[in-house]
């Protein structure tokens, strides 16, 4: 084998190993605690808090961000009914997960996921 063909060859396997995924959108969880509660992971699809609120539930929302292609249509099996952006009620000690599926025009579907968790001191 030449030079030229070794380097064909290898270009094509790097090329292959650094290529982009084809998708880039991102479910955001934005999760809001009690007065003097902290917050870890907001912007991000797990998101946990705690506060010493001793209550059995806090605020939160979920968001469909990086939107990069057309969407025919936003299917949610958890967190949300519809839409891009929904409120939610986050349950103490609880799971709270999110997932959805995202129909693109292209024909294309990606699938979503995160989860919200929180303490309240008890």
């Excluded at 030449?2 to 290529?19: Q, R, T």
């Excluded at 469909?64 to 839409?83: A, E």
């Excluded at 025009?105 to 919200?116: A, K, N, R, V």
Aim: aromatic share 10%; charged share 15%; hydrophobic share 35%.
């Amino acid at each position: 084998m030449n030079v030229k063909k070794i380097l064909i060859v290898l270009s094509l396997l790097v090329g292959s190993a650094v290529a982009l995924p084809a998708f880039s959108t991102d479910l955001k969880c934005n999760l809001n605690v009690k007065a003097g509660g902290q917050v870890i992971g907001n912007g991000t699809n797990r998101c946990g808090g705690l506060d010493f609120s001793f209550g059995t539930s806090t605020s939160g929302s979920w968001e469909i961000v990086n939107i990069t292609k057309s969407i025919d249509s936003v299917n949610w099996i958890k967190g949300c009914s519809s839409g891009l952006y929904c409120s939610v009620t986050v349950r103490a000690y609880a799971s709270n997960p999110a997932e959805v599926y995202i129909h693109y025009t292209d024909g294309s579907i990606e699938y979503l996921d995160g989860s919200m968790f929180y303490e309240t001191g008890y």
